[in-house]
């Protein structure tokens, strides 16, 4: 068996597997890296293997800190109640519950493009649940399009979700370059296109509870301070560019220095335990499957690669295309949105961002439209089924302890039409700025 056939199998093997096992990504991932390490050291003896730390170099340790940092910084966000406050605070505004559930579907999307997409459904699930019950109706359809607008909204940000971190590696974009790039709108807008599109269709689908809304639990913020550091984060990030222009280190370093102050703030407003219970439990609470996930990614990409694949994944696409940059901009685009509708996306944009670069020399128009359309169509895709994304799945489960099933069928009776709305949308933006 050649390399590239080994790698291939491997590849798809793993893929087939994280469909199955969502919960067990990294360990998933680490096997596939490991018969990778062992095929080499055995039969290839590629000498890029010799050391055994060598496909850590693979890794963008810039996009992990990123990533465990702003987490850390979201996770103190929430505990401060201030993303419930403002829930609240629209809700009491709407007027009618058709227009609450599109107001907190909206907020949603605007906490997902800074707080990770299933913690911005943990927030807001209790809300939208105590709103259903309220009403004597059932609180699936309000929950799931607080879910399907947190994945939209996660793509428009660096910070927003892994994906958007994956493409920032990839091309050394900072944080500024997802609002405006090489002098065009960037991928922010095109998100923002998708979610009015988006938002306009769930307004059509909910517009017939014209019940008033019922007032809400009164929730009392515990501190602003998480959110001045939230905010500080951010422009921290915005600034970072001048004095890091190549991506390197700094964004990391920033997230990682705002995620330690969010924790020791947190600690001094947490009391009852010493400070040791307190490190100990907030290692604890890192997603360390994620962020051990995302290491393994970067070494599987590495290897993809270097074994010739993702040429032979380029020359594919463009033999499907022909010369039309148009025809390669759609199945990209589309492909990714089916693809992402079942199985994870991280993987699939991870393999598939070398190939849009190849395939951007090969067909014409700029660098970055194919890979922008990867991105919109992967991250939107997983709003089609329950399966799609970890914040659907969360969601669903979330309903199930309520004592409410979901079906595949009422899921994607509210992702699809919601999905196509925002792709629709937002690929159109991408291909008239970018092509």
Not at 53 to 74: E, H, K, M, T, Y
């Amino acid at each position: 068996m050649t390399t590239i056939v080994f790698v291939a199998v491997i590849f798809v093997a793993t893929y087939v597997a994280l469909s199955f096992r969502k919960d067990k990504r990294a360990p998933v991932v680490w096997v596939g890296v490991a018969l990778f390490a062992a095929y080499n050291f055995l039969v290839a003896r590629d000498p890029y293997w010799a050391h055994a730390l060598q496909p850590l170099r693979d890794v963008n340790w810039n996009v992990i800190g990123i990533f465990v940092g702003s987490l850390l910084v979201a996770e103190t966000f929430t505990f401060s109640l201030v993303p419930a406050r403002l829930a609240e605070a629209l809700i009491k505004r709407a007027g009618t519950v058709g227009k609450a559930v599109v107001v907190v579907a909206a907020l949603s999307g605007f906490l997902s493009a800074f707080v990770e997409n299933v913690a911005t459904v943990l927030i807001l699930a209790p809300i939208a649940v105590e709103m259903a019950r309220r009403l004597d109706v059932s609180p699936a359809p309000f929950l799931i399009s607080v879910a399907i607008s947190s994945n939209l909204q996660g793509t428009a940000t660096l910070i927003g979700d892994p994906p958007s971190m994956l493409l920032a590696a990839h091309y050394g974009l900072s944080f500024n370059d997802f609002f405006w790039l090489d002098g065009r709108p960037g991928i922010f807008f095109a998100v923002e296109v998708g979610a009015v599109a988006s938002l306009a269709v769930l307004y059509f689908m909910f517009r017939k509870y014209r019940q008033p809304v019922c007032e809400p639990r009164r929730v009392e913020v515990k501190s602003w301070t998480p959110t001045w550091l939230l905010v500080g984060m951010i422009v921290a990030l915005a600034v970072s560019p001048v004095f890091d222009p190549g991506f390197r280190f700094l964004a990391g370093a920033v997230c990682l220095a705002f995620g330690a102050a969010a924790k020791l703030w947190e600690r001094r407003h947490t009391y009852g335990r010493t400070a040791y219970d307190y490190a100990q439990e907030t290692v604890r609470r890192i997603d360390w499957d994620t962020t051990l996930f995302l290491v393994g990614i970067f070494i599987f990409v590495g290897v993809l690669e270097r074994a010739g694949l993702v040429e032979r994944i380029a020359d594919a696409v463009q033999v499907a295309a022909g010369s039309s940059l148009f025809a390669g901009y759609n199945i990209i685009l589309w492909f990714s949105l089916l693809v992402s509708a079942f199985v994870d996306n991280v993987p699939y944009v991870s393999a598939m961002l070398p190939v849009t670069a190849l395939l951007a020399g090969r067909m014409g128009g700029s660098v970055y439209l194919l890979p922008l359309g990867l991105l919109v169509g992967s991250c939107l895709g997983g709003n089609i089924t329950p399966i799609g994304a970890a914040a659907n799945i969360v969601a669903v489960g979330y309903l199930a302890r309520e004592g409410v099933k979901v079906g595949f069928g009422e899921f994607v009776k509210i992702g699809l039409p919601f999905t196509l709305a925002a792709t629709l949308a937002g690929g159109a933006f991408i291909w008239l700025v970018w092509s």
